[in-house]
Nanobody, 127 residues
Framework: VQLQASGGGLVQSGGSLRLSCAAS????????IGWFRQAPGEEREGVGF????????HYADFVKGRFTISRDNDKNMMYLQMNMLKPEDTAVYYC?????????????????????WGQGTQVTVSS
C-alpha cells in the first residue's frame, strides 16, 4: 500500500501548480482522500478532502476558491490544483487516505485519522 505524491516546485505569487498523488495497493474510490500541508515550524494542517460517500470535495477556508481536489478513479490518482498561489502557501504538501473514517465532517483535518500517507512534495511560492 503506497501513496506517491509529485508535482511540487517553485512558482511566483499568483501562479498555479497541480499536485498529483498515485495510489497503489488499494483503491482511492473506496477511501476518504485528503491533502495536507506543513510549513517549517508549523503543524500539519488540512487543506481539503473528498468524501467518498458522495464524492464531494470540502476545503479549508484559507484555500476555498483557489484550490480544487479531484480524483481519477480509472488511474487511481488524486490531484490538488492550486491557483492564485500566495507566499503563505509555501509548505510541504502531503496526500493522505483512509478507508474507514468515522465522524468525517468534524474530524477530516486531523492527520492522525489517516492511515496512508504520501511522502510529501515541496511547494514554494515566491513573492
Amino acid at each position: 500500500v503506497q501513496l506517491q505524491a509529485s508535482g511540487g516546485g517553485l512558482v511566483q505569487s499568483g501562479g498555479s501548480l497541480r499536485l498529483s498523488c498515485a495510489a497503489s495497493g488499494f483503491t482511492l474510490v473506496d477511501s476518504t482522500i485528503g491533502w495536507f500541508r506543513q510549513a517549517p515550524g508549523e503543524e500539519r494542517e488540512g487543506v481539503g478532502f473528498i468524501d467518498n460517500r458522495d464524492g464531494r470535495a470540502h476545503y479549508a477556508d484559507f484555500v476555498k476558491g483557489r484550490f480544487t481536489i479531484s480524483r481519477d478513479n480509472d488511474k487511481n490518482m488524486m490531484y490538488l490544483q492550486m491557483n492564485m498561489l500566495k507566499p503563505e502557501d509555501t509548505a510541504v504538501y502531503y496526500c493522505a487516505a483512509e478507508k474507514d473514517f468515522e465522524d468525517l465532517l468534524r474530524l477530516w483535518a486531523l492527520p492522525s485519522r489517516y492511515k496512508y500517507w504520501g511522502q510529501g512534495t515541496q511547494v514554494t511560492v515566491s513573492s
